[in-house]
């Protein structure tokens, strides 16, 4: 099996693993998007590891939640707007492999189950007029990232809406999306996933379906990596559209530090495995050049026997 890694630390003992580390805590004036890019040109063996991301069977997200959502829409892109199977790691026993979940069943099947379970669109409640939604998965949205959300934006405070998702932290290592059965102290969780947030939250009123299509859909990140790739892939699937995400610099200080069009980044990566493409492919040179040379080394050489004896 061949796991293209892009977690910092990923156990080699425990896959075939072929890859670079991306740092996990970025700083303000950092950006995830170039730093991504410089990663999927990174040569492996004399091929980048874009290309092998394409064509890998498991992909190793980056450790941090807004990091590892900008990944897998770059990636969807780079892959002919295909999802990756995503490794699912134990973030504190070394990054171990604990299995894999496809995040194309997540978004195409699971999600749109949930849609279809709403065929009527409704009302937009929390982007009515023009706001924006915020669907915190982190459950530490404070009044200051609120407020610096909503300068980032444009906007006034008063037009961003904040929606906590309602999944603790701790979830279950090899469904991410679902929630752990007890916390690292023993403590237990009622059991509880993104699935079953989200379809709730449509059954309160709290969201609709157009909320949930507008375009205007941010999502402030678990900081798990894997989960926060499994929340904003349910969100994609029940809204059409990948949300914008948020990514905080720390610590010790968790400033806004970008939202991140995830969205976008599909067609990004599209161009990007293009270009990487064009970049390895092998130079076509024409007989008819090589004739020439060959008429122009002198007779007798080395070079001229093995030009010759290679045309025929």
């Not at 997540?106 to 409704?122: K, M, N, T, V, Y």
């Not at 969201?207 to 859909?217: A, P, Q």
Request: no cysteine; hydrophobic share 45%; net charge negative.
């Amino acid at each position: 099996m061949i796991l293209a890694n892009l977690l910092l630390g990923l156990a080699p003992t425990t896959t075939d693993a072929i890859g670079a580390g991306i740092r996990f805590n970025l700083g303000v004036d950092d950006q995830v998007v170039p730093q991504l890019k410089s990663a999927m040109a990174e040569e492996v063996d004399g091929t980048s590891l874009g290309l092998l991301v394409v064509e890998a069977q498991e992909v190793a997200l980056p450790g941090n939640g807004a990091t590892a959502v900008a990944a897998a829409a770059l990636i969807e892109g780079m892959r002919g707007m295909r999802l990756p199977t995503v490794t699912a790691v134990a973030p504190f026993q070394g990054n171990a492999r604990v299995g894999a979940f496809d995040l194309a069943q997540l978004r195409h099947d699971d999600a749109r189950r949930i849609r279809d379970e709403f065929p009527e669109r409704g009302v937009a409640t929390a982007t009515a007029n023009g706001g924006w939604l915020v669907i915190d998965g982190a459950g530490r949205f404070s009044p200051e990232l609120k407020a610096a959300v909503a300068n980032w934006l444009g906007v006034e405070d008063g037009e961003v809406r904040v929606v906590p998702l309602g999944m603790p932290a701790f979830r279950d290592l090899a469904k991410p999306w679902r929630s752990a059965a007890k916390t690292p102290h023993g403590v237990d969780l009622p059991p509880t996933s993104t699935l079953e947030r989200i379809r709730a939250l449509l059954q309160e009123g709290v969201l609709t379906r157009m909320d949930l299509e507008s375009g205007r859909v941010i999502y402030n990140p678990v900081g798990m990596g894997t989960a926060a790739v499994a929340d904003a892939a349910v969100i994609y699937g029940v809204g059409e559209s990948w949300p914008q995400v948020i990514r905080q610099a720390g610590p010790p200080a968790f400033a806004l530090a970008e939202i991140v069009p995830v969205h976008e980044l599909r067609q990004v990566g599209a161009q990007l495995a293009e270009s990487l493409r064009q970049a390895t492919a092998p130079v076509a040179i024409s007989r008819e050049l090589l004739s020439r040379v060959l008429d122009a080394l002198p007779e007798g050489s080395q070079e001229r026997d093995e030009l010759a004896a290679l045309l025929g």
